[in-house]
């Protein structure tokens, strides 16, 4: 009789963005200090930690919208290594591919405001990826009855509601087929009903098996809805793991000083 068979896909975890010793400097302000994460396909990742320490900066390395001084970024198959020097052409080409992976929300929507949601949908995949207009627009139209738009595709931004917006802004995200959702403060332009919108189309994403990295204020989606928290402080990943652990018996002290001023 056959043993037990551990090696099957449903046991594999499968890296899809590995970031190591990211160092981040604005003149003499040394922002990040060595920030390292590795992320599994389909987890989702709440990263947590008081106003200034690094959050917003990380997040952009990880797409190269901020370059680091020093440390790689890896998703998916794309590295970029930097070692301090001079940013090179060569360099933003791989930024510019390394991007291609990543589908970046912002707390302030940034959706086009002269083009309808569908057409904002449409735009990356059309002028980036040549997508045929008919395909565009199939994919858009699916992605915006997924985020719950269908009846908003042919309205302009600023009519919508701060959530209608914010979610038409992820179905964007969405439309470019990327391995990881980075969210930088998605609802805290929000309200929390409104809000509360925006958290259950992340929700949903996390059940289809979508990698999410999220920087957010809410610690209660952060415990709920994670696989885990991420606490930064002082430009630097203090403590990671289990949400529950986490809040329930914060490790180091700066956690739980953060996490009592925050309940
Ligand atoms: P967080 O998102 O955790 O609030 P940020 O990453 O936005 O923190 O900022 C960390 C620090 O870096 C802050 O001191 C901020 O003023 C500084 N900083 C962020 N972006 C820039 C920039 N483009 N130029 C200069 N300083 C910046
Ligand atoms: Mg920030």
């Known amino acids: 009789m056959a043993g037990p068979e551990f090696s ?8 899809v963005l590995c970031a190591e010793s990211i160092s981040k400097s604005f003149d003499s302000n040394k922002v990040l200090n060595g920030v390292s994460l590795t992320v599994e396909r389909g987890e989702l990742i709440s990263i ?25 970024v890896t998703i998916a198959d794309d590295s970029i290594r930097r070692a301090g ?19 970046m929300v912002f707390q302030s929507f940034n959706l086009f405001p002269h083009r309808t949601v569908l057409d904002n949908v449409m735009l990356a995949p059309r002028v980036v990826k040549k997508v045929a207009p008919s395909v565009a627009e199939a994919e858009a ?12 595709i042919l309205r302009y931004p600023a009519t919508l509601s701060g ?29 929390p009903r409104v809000a509360e919108e925006v958290l259950e189309v992340m929700r949903a994403l996390d059940r289809e098996g979508m990698t999410q990295i999220v ?28 949400p529950d652990e986490m809040c329930d018996n914060p490790r180091d002290p700066r956690t739980r000083r953060f996490l009592g001023a925050s309940s």
Request: glycine share 10%; net charge negative.
């Open 8 to 15: 099957g896909p449903a046991f594999c975890v499968e890296t």
């Open 141 to 152: 139209r699916e992605l915006l009855a997924k985020v719950g738009l269908e009846a908003a």
């Open 85 to 103: 020097g001079a940013w090179k052409a060569s360099d933003e080409a791989l930024a510019h591919r390394l991007r291609a992976h990543v589908g």
């Open 163 to 191: 959530g209608q917006q914010q979610r038409a802004a992820i179905a964007r995200a969405l439309a470019m087929r990327p391995d990881v959702m980075l969210y930088d403060e998605p609802t805290s332009a929000l309200d």
């Open 48 to 72: 947590i930690g008081p106003s200034g320490c690094g959050k917003s900066t990380f997040l952009r390395c990880l797409n190269f919208l901020e370059i680091p001084d020093e440390g790689t």
């Open 215 to 242: 920087v957010t204020h809410d610690i209660h989606f952060a415990r709920a809805a994670s696989d885990r928290i991420v606490f930064m402080d002082g430009g630097e990943i203090i403590e990671i793991g289990d």
